[in-house]
């Protein structure tokens, strides 16, 4: 059997921990610049709002005292999120976090009639010790139990538990499931199930073998083969990433070329510490930059451009060289940009890098590789957000400065200042 731990309104729950006056209230957590809503409470939910809603439609709610609003706050969010999954990890032989909110829990060592007991007992120490309210799914699949755990969301009764344990519990569940909450489907694949007159999950299942294979190919074949109860998903051993990528968009909108050369040597930065965290390099640093769309009113443009390395790198200075280079090839003067960023792709371990023969200072490349290590040491003092080394082609200070967050709360558990006062 499988369990799915799912973080209740994760974003939300980590702001109630330090603030809960909150609990029972309308509450939403924004995007990057307060953009739009990326997580609700269920009384925000009640309320109509929806999940994407844009701040501006809804701020006048927040100025009326009925809703309140936070800046997102991701070194918050991370820190809640690893402290939960530490848990999680000592109750049980083997974890696979599948997201932030999110871990699949393998639990065949314990036996049946305890494995809702103990499930309980493990959403009351999350509860308690860390102050997250979880559901779990337990089923004979990854997709079963997805399905299992957002019942234990919905409906008090469970308790925060869902057992799927018996196939009448599995029909009953499947039948009561839309085909566009199956975990795989998507919005793009959904209006072409409903329109094959797949409308629910148990729909799904009672087409034959041939059609899905036929229809969606060999993930078809895998999630319809999990709905029925054999297990097809198996755990990705390769952590590593395809792609990378870091922007923002930006508070005001950017004109000037040098202080664009400055976000996206930032962004280029992060991309390589995080290369360097998953032990890859990556071939390819693509740029991208694009104008407001939402103002019909000034010229628009969206470049983008790569630049291909003639061995992956991962160190600070070849991603950032790599980054401006590409900027320098796409951005013109008279346009007001909105957005940037950096994407690595064409990753690839560090321990197998293929070399060339001719024309590459290997003896550079083990300084540059060097010092982005010295960088990251020193760097960890102070949280990659706020670098205490960096090169002489980034911004001083904060990498999020100029980005709107004015409903940002504290680093309650990461920064002395941010510690909660208690009278």
Same mark, same amino acid.
């Not at 939910?45 to 006048?60: D, V």
């Not at 390589?272 to 628009?300: C, H, I, P, W």
């Given at each position: ?101 999110? %871990? ?34 337990? %089923? ?49 694949? %959904? ?77 280029? %930065? ?154």
């Amino acid at each position: 059997m499988i369990a799915l731990v799912d973080c209740n309104n994760f974003f939300v729950s980590c702001e109630r921990v330090f603030r809960p006056d909150l609990e029972g209230k309308a509450v939403v957590v924004l995007s990057n610049n307060d953009g739009c809503v990326v997580s609700r409470s269920n009384e925000s939910k009640a309320m109509g709002i929806k999940m994407g809603t844009p701040f501006f439609k809804i701020r006048h709610i927040v100025d009326e005292g009925r809703l309140t609003a936070f800046s997102s706050n991701y070194a918050l969010y991370g820190d809640l999120s690893g402290r939960v999954m530490s848990i999680l990890a000592d109750a049980v032989p083997h974890i696979e976090i599948y997201s932030i909110d999110e %871990a699949f829990l393998h639990i065949d060592g314990i036996q049946e009639d305890q494995v809702q007991e103990f499930c309980r007992n493990l959403v009351a120490k999350v509860r308690q010790w860390v102050g997250i309210p979880v559901s779990i799914g337990v %089923a004979p699949t990854k997709t079963l139990a997805k399905i299992a755990s957002h019942f234990a969301k919905t409906y008090k009764g469970y308790k925060g538990v869902c057992m799927m344990d018996t196939d009448a519990k599995r029909l009953k569940a499947l039948e009561l499931t839309p085909i566009d909450d199956v975990w795989g489907v998507g919005r793009r694949l %959904a209006p072409q199930m409903l329109s094959w007159g797949v409308s629910t999950a148990l729909d799904f299942t009672q087409r034959p073998l041939d059609w899905v294979q036929a229809k969606l190919g060999v993930n078809g074949l895998r999630m319809w083969r999990e709905l029925n109860g054999t297990p097809c998903v198996e755990e990705d051993c390769d952590e590593r990433r395809k792609s990378i990528c870091t922007s923002r968009s930006f508070a005001d909108m950017i004109e000037d070329e040098r202080e664009l050369e400055l976000r996206v040597s930032d962004f280029a %930065a992060m991309c390589a510490k995080k290369l360097r965290e998953e032990e890859s390099s990556a071939y390819d640093v693509t740029v991208f930059m694009y104008t407001n769309r939402f103002r019909e009113d000034l010229g628009q443009y969206f470049p983008s451009a790569t630049v291909r390395l003639p061995i992956a790198a991962n160190s600070t200075q070849e991603i950032v060289g790599a980054a401006l280079k590409g900027f320098r090839t796409i951005y013109k003067h008279g346009y007001q940009y909105k957005k940037a960023g950096v994407t690595v792709s064409n990753i690839v371990p560090s321990d197998q890098l293929q070399g060339v023969l001719f024309g590459y200072d290997q003896s550079l490349r083990q300084k540059q590789d060097r010092l982005s290590e010295v960088m990251d040491a020193v760097n960890s003092v102070s949280g990659s957000d706020r670098p205490l080394l960096r090169l002489a082609a980034q911004r001083e200070g904060h990498y999020a400065d100029g980005i709107r967050c004015d409903h940002k709360s504290s680093l309650y558990t990461t920064d002395l200042d941010g510690i909660i006062k208690v009278r």
